[in-house]
């Protein structure tokens, strides 16, 4: 769990717990091994050119590396990837849809994951499939974010 940027105060801690939930939830064999990082959109720039050809920041990338079906010792973790998240561009993003930008680093988390474990949404039928487990993962996973100054405590 590495943080590599500056512009938004992240807690690893609960978005590296998130991910473990959700690994467990989509059942991935254990050992296995997950990434989670978050960048600047300098370098989430960068990542996404190098990886998807596109020369501009994006809010999370998902960078695999074991489907599961290397050969590997019982003892071996699966290497499953990397999820790669740019907390300014979720910020702005959040803020566009009216959104707590603790609520979309958790919605990144989740999609990033699932990209790993081999959800997409390259058309509707598969997006709609990836859409329903991520709001199914985040309503049985998720810890809500502490109440901002803009919401009132129940």
Same mark, same amino acid.
């Given at each position: 769990?590495?943080? #590599?940027?500056?512009?938004?105060?992240?807690?690893?801690?609960?978005? *590296?717990?998130?991910?473990?939930?959700?690994?467990?939830? =989509?059942?991935?064999?254990?050992?296995?091994?997950?990434?989670? @990082?978050?960048?600047?959109?300098? =370098?989430?720039?960068?990542?996404?050119?190098? #990886?998807?050809?596109?020369?501009?920041?994006?809010?999370?990338?998902?960078?695999?590396?074991?489907?599961?079906?290397?050969?590997?010792?019982?003892?071996? +973790?699966?290497?499953?990837?990397?999820?790669?998240?740019?907390?300014?561009?979720?910020?702005?993003?959040?803020?566009?849809?009216?959104?707590?930008? =603790?609520?979309?680093?958790?919605?990144?988390?989740? #999609?990033?994951?699932?990209?790993?474990?081999?959800?997409?949404?390259?058309?509707?039928?598969?997006?709609?499939?990836?859409?329903?487990? =991520?709001?199914?993962?985040? *309503? @049985?996973?998720?810890? +809500?974010?502490?109440?901002?100054? #803009?919401?009132?405590?129940?």
């Amino acid at each position: 769990m590495t943080d #590599h940027q500056q512009e938004l105060r992240v807690d690893k801690n609960r978005w *590296a717990g998130l991910l473990r939930r959700v690994m467990v939830e =989509e059942q991935i064999s254990i050992p296995w091994e997950v990434g989670l @990082s978050f960048v600047s959109a300098g =370098e989430m720039a960068a990542l996404n050119a190098a #990886h998807r050809g596109m020369d501009r920041p994006t809010d999370v990338l998902a960078l695999g590396t074991d489907d599961g079906r290397a050969p590997r010792a019982d003892d071996e +973790p699966r290497l499953v990837g990397d999820v790669v998240i740019c907390p300014s561009v979720a910020a702005a993003n959040a803020s566009d849809r009216n959104k707590a930008v =603790e609520d979309e680093l958790a919605l990144l988390v989740v #999609h990033g994951a699932l990209h790993l474990v081999g959800y997409d949404h390259i058309d509707d039928t598969d997006a709609a499939r990836m859409q329903g487990r =991520e709001q199914e993962l985040l *309503a @049985s996973v998720l810890v +809500p974010s502490p109440p901002t100054a #803009h919401q009132a405590v129940p």
